[in-house]
């Protein structure tokens, strides 16, 4: 007689074994579900020193542009410090996801707020490097030395020329008077170039001008005088020469340029740079305070 089969006495090994591969697809299961945010932890590290690294060769580039001694040299550095401010743009844009998946409160208002000091980061360098491109103290600083030397040089000449050929003393004393103003009103216009405040450089002008004046009043003087017509006029035209000069030097100073963008980098961009450190800090500080996922 065959013996009668009922489910209570099937045998017991296969559901062992199906609850075996169940709990062993869990673990693989969970083990998968831990590695992305394995991998979000370690790579928001390391954006964050990607960032930190790109943000203090941008402070170094920008630092190259404003004292860089040519106009070349200041662009070149201006450009990369251009593109080191994208290069963070981007590793930002990449470290936003993640922060923002990991759904961390603290490590999205620590992101927030380096965003923020960054965006202010950003406003800064737009204006110190449109000024430290410029160059209009430097600018002024050459046409000075250059061109403005020249023609009081010129100028000298022809006033000593016109005392030898005179042998009037008081005709003489004029000329060399004037060759005296024309030489402070060139170091006062020297001094005007590095000039931060306004009010400064008005008095500089004021005093510039009056040292004009005296010029020409001298060169009448010894016009009235009898002093060779030649003579005066090869003065005159290298003094009118040397005020349109010095009226550009003066235009270009007045920018100020360069005094303004390294003003700017020793304190405004200090500090804002000095905002965005601590908030990298800050962010990193929260990603690490974590709990390590398992895997």
Same mark, same amino acid.
């Given at each position: 007689m065959t013996p009668t089969t009922t489910p209570s006495s099937l045998p017991r090994r296969p559901r062992a074994a199906a609850l075996l591969v169940a709990a062993m !697809?869990?673990?693989?299961? +969970?083990?998968?579900? $831990? *590695?992305? +945010?394995? @991998? =979000?932890? /370690?790579?928001?590290? *390391?954006? @964050?020193e990607a960032i930190r690294g790109a943000l203090l060769e941008s402070v170094e580039a920008e630092k190259s542009a404003v004292l860089a001694t040519t106009d070349e040299e200041s662009r070149s550095m201006a450009r990369e410090a251009q593109a080191l401010t994208g290069k963070i743009d981007a590793l930002r844009d990449e !470290? =936003?996801?993640?922060?923002? #998946?990991?759904?961390? +409160?603290k490590e999205i208002e620590r992101l927030d707020a380096f965003d923020a000091a960054w965006n202010e980061l950003k406003g800064v360098d737009d204006r110190l490097l449109a000024l430290a491109v410029a160059n209009t103290n430097l600018k002024a600083a050459r046409l000075s030395a250059r061109e403005g030397a020249a023609a009081l040089d010129r100028f000298v000449e022809a006033i000593v020329a016109a005392e030898g050929?005179? &042998?009037? +003393? /008081? &005709? @003489?004393? &004029?000329? $060399?008077? #004037? #060759?005296?103003? /024309? !030489?402070r009103e060139q170091s006062l216009l020297l001094i005007h170039i590095p000039t931060a405040e306004p009010a400064d450089m008005t008095r500089i002008e004021e005093r510039m001008n009056e040292l004009g004046d005296e010029v020409g009043r001298s060169l009448a003087s010894a016009r009235a005088s009898g002093v060779a017509a030649e003579q005066l006029t090869a003065a $005159?035209?290298?003094?009118?020469?040397?005020?349109? @000069? #010095?009226?550009?030097?003066? =235009?270009?100073? =007045?920018e100020n340029s360069n005094v303004l963008s390294f003003d700017v980098s020793v304190h405004e961009k200090r500090k804002v740079t000095k905002e965005c450190l601590t908030a990298l800090d800050a962010l990193l500080a929260a990603i690490e305070s974590n709990p390590q996922p398992k895997r």
């Open positions: !697809l869990l673990a693989v299961a +969970a083990s998968c579900s $831990s *590695e992305p +945010a394995l @991998i =979000r932890q /370690a790579r928001k590290e *390391e954006l @964050i !470290l =936003r996801p993640l922060v923002v #998946a990991d759904g961390r +409160a050929g005179s &042998t009037d +003393a /008081a &005709t @003489i004393r &004029t000329l $060399s008077g #004037a #060759a005296v103003a /024309a !030489l $005159s035209d290298a003094w009118e020469e040397h005020r349109r @000069i #010095a009226a550009e030097v003066v =235009r270009l100073s =007045r």
